[in-house]
């Protein structure tokens, strides 16, 4: 244990603490005391300098409660002086134990947490009792270091001192299974637990959410007979992480019923769950509260307002924020560049990214993603290369397969096919499905059908189960006429039983959120949306629009396949938005997948027709559908 000497002695937690000199010096004003505490008092590293002091006070017939005892108890702690420090807290006010307890205190809660355990064992070895106190902090320092091993045999002197009945140790004790990952463990200590507070419910309701069991954690939840703010908070903020904004967003709709005041997690959380699901009243109503609530500063609110707003297709907003905030992050500098990609604005995102080096912040990975998808989004070669090369060169920043997904996408829709293959091929990492999958689209535009067979080949062995390649091949080969390749290529898809993933689009009106999956004749207002679409088609007929039944893949007549091309999801929640939203406003519109051909054609026509702005998302960015065009420039 001498490593823990030179350790303790270099680097004593309390080494500059004017807190704990002050603490220790109360009671002794006498000038012989005085000139004591500040020559000796404070400065003995070592049992050998402590006995000096020691020596000083039985000659001065100082009393021994002078000493700083939690000082004296590090010196002594790890060596074989630990008899020492002992025999001098016999003649002290205090309990022994409230010194020992402050040294372990200080240990688990500092960068020491091994020490704390170390001393826990001391303290067994030379019979000092641990009380409640010290048994929390040991398990703490257990906790820390996810020492469950330890832990056990800390549990094991609490059943043997008879601690069950402290509810905080008992706490303590679920907390340190659970954070272990040892959840069977927590649980039946839990069940067993002869009372429960908030703080237990809340500790299995939290950890079972970070290992992902979102439904363990909802049916505690439910059970739960007093619910705090962070009880409801984990849960919602459990909802957003697993994917399931929609329940986040019920869920939070209770928690109001149920009058408790949303903190700033709350708000984080429920702000996440806005923008996954493009809920923008609700979105902007939590806005309106964490600024009534004097959190509207907080630096990371304002960021997840700005992914919000950004997700919401609400770029002025987002805008706004960013623009208010006092304190800017990489994050908030990053969402604002990336967020201005997907909109389409490339040369405002260029803008920000050059402010941004100009007052000195450092960009990182996540702002290199946003810049280079800007570029890639307006054809922007020259400018892409420049920053992918600048981003190691001048930033010493590795390119991850993000960034060489973003260049493969840049090549490949300004139709540099040729280049894009060969930029594949000499990265030095694995190219995965989405760096394919550019390349693919890529061949779709610019009708290359070599290259998408190569694409395809690979995108069939990283990802068998995707129909997305297998359409876009299929529609390549439609296309080009090769009748023979699209009938080989259906029945592959039939053989690997790949069946299409369901288009859906959700709209938000009036803060329902009201979803519409591709040919869904069932929603009760089914009836009025058809009309309706039938009257808009009429109209958009006039304007010269031809359906474009290429995009459907079945072999089915041709009035049928205009059939399916109308019922198309985002069509549904257009037309369902124009009849439920009042005359002017624009239309959010949210998509699981990339917008057809058609509906990019129809949308522009019908933005024209009803004189409205159509902000659709998509599986990759924003379409802002105005006047008769589209913020894309049709390059999507
Ligand atoms: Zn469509
Ligand atoms: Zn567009």
């Known amino acids: 244990m001498v490593h823990c000497v030179s350790f303790l002695c270099s680097s004593l937690p309390f080494h500059s603490s004017p807190k704990l000199q002050s603490h220790y010096s109360t009671d002794h004003h006498s000038p012989a005391s005085e000139s004591l505490r500040i020559d000796l008092l404070h400065k003995f590293n070592s049992p050998f300098e402590l006995k000096q002091v020691h020596a000083h006070i039985i000659k001065t017939n100082t009393h021994h409660s002078i000493l700083p005892l939690t000082r004296v108890g590090f010196v002594c702690a790890f060596t074989s002086s630990f008899e020492y ?21 200080e240990l688990a809660q500092g960068d020491s947490p091994n020490d704390a355990i170390l001393l826990f064992y001391q303290m067994i070895q030379y019979n000092i009792c641990p009380d409640t106190f010290t048994c929390s ?39 340190l299974y659970a954070s272990c990952g040892a959840m069977a463990d927590a649980r039946l200590l839990f069940d067993k637990m002869s009372q429960r507070d908030t703080v237990t419910w809340n500790i299995m309701i939290t950890q079972l959410v970070k290992r992902e069991d979102i439904e363990g954690a909802y049916a505690l939840f439910s059970e739960m007979p007093e619910r705090s703010v962070r009880s409801w908070t984990s849960m919602i903020a459990g909802f957003v992480q697993c994917g399931k904004p929609k329940e986040a967003v019920e869920l939070f709709t209770e928690m109001e019923e149920a009058g408790l005041s949303p903190n700033e997690v709350t708000v984080v959380a429920v702000l996440a769950a806005c923008a996954d699901l ?34 919401c297709g609400c770029l002025e907003a987002a805008s706004r924020v960013f623009g208010d905030m006092e ?10 560049i990336q967020g201005l990609a997907m909109h389409g604005q490339a ?3 260029m803008r920000l990214f050059d402010k941004m080096i100009r007052i000195g912040v450092k960009p990182n990975g996540v702002t290199f993603i946003g810049i280079l998808h800007a570029c890639s989004h307006m054809g922007l070669i020259n400018q892409g290369r420049m920053f992918f090369s600048s981003m190691t060169r001048d930033y010493g920043i590795i390119p991850k397969i993000e960034h060489y997904g973003c260049m493969v996408d840049l090549f490949s829709r300004a139709g540099l ?58 529609n390549i080969y439609a296309e080009a006429k090769r009748w023979e390749d699209t009938a080989r290529l259906r029945k592959l898809m039939r ?51 031809v359906p474009n039944t290429s995009v459907v893949l079945l072999d089915v007549e041709e009035s049928e396949k205009e059939k399916v091309l109308f019922r198309h999801s985002e069509k549904l ?49 924003f379409h802002c559908f105005k006047d008769g065009s589209c913020s894309c420039g049709d390059y999507w």
Request: charged share 25%; proline share 3%; with cysteine.
């Open 278 to 311: 493009g809920s923008l009243d609700l979105g902007r109503r939590i806005h309106e509260y964490s600024n009534i609530s004097g959190f509207g500063r907080n630096t990371r609110i304002c960021n997840t307002l700005i992914d919000m707003y950004i997700k």
């Open 573 to 621: 929640a257009l037309v369902f938005g124009l009849m439920k939203t009042p005359t002017g406003t624009p239309i959010r519109i949210m998509k699981n997948l990339r917008v057809c051909e058609d509906c990019h054609a129809a949308l522009k026509l019908i933005s024209e027709i009803v004189q409205r702005e159509i902000v659709v998302r998509d599986r990759n960015r």
């Open 85 to 105: 420090a002992h025999q001098i807290f016999e003649h002290v006010d205090k309990p022994e134990i409230f010194v020992w307890n402050s040294c372990l205190k």
């Open 347 to 349: 040369e405002e995102a």
């Open 417 to 474: 096919l040729q280049e894009a293959y060969e930029f594949i091929m000499n990265m030095p990492i694995k190219p995965n499905g989405v760096v394919w999958g550019a390349l693919l689209g890529g061949c779709r535009v610019h009708k290359n059908i070599e290259l998408a067979e190569e694409a395809i080949k690979h995108l069939l062995e990283l990802d068998p189960a995707n129909d997305g390649y297998y359409v876009v091949l299929s």
């Open 327 to 336: 304190e800017r992050t990489i994050v908030s500098w990053s969402a604002m």
């Open 137 to 175: 902090f040991v398990l703490k320092a257990c906790s820390q270091l996810l020492d469950l091993l330890h832990g056990r045999i800390v549990h094991g002197f609490i059943e043997k001192l008879g601690f069950q009945s402290n509810l905080f140790l008992q706490n303590t004790i679920v907390h």
């Open 495 to 545: 053989d690997r039983g790949v069946k299409k993933t369901p288009g859906w689009s959700s709209i938000s009106v009036d803060g329902m959120v009201h979803e519409f999956v591709a040919g869904d004749e069932t929603h009760p207002q089914a009836e009025e949306i058809f009309q309706m679409w039938e009257k808009l088609f009429g109209k958009m007929k006039l304007k010269g629009y």
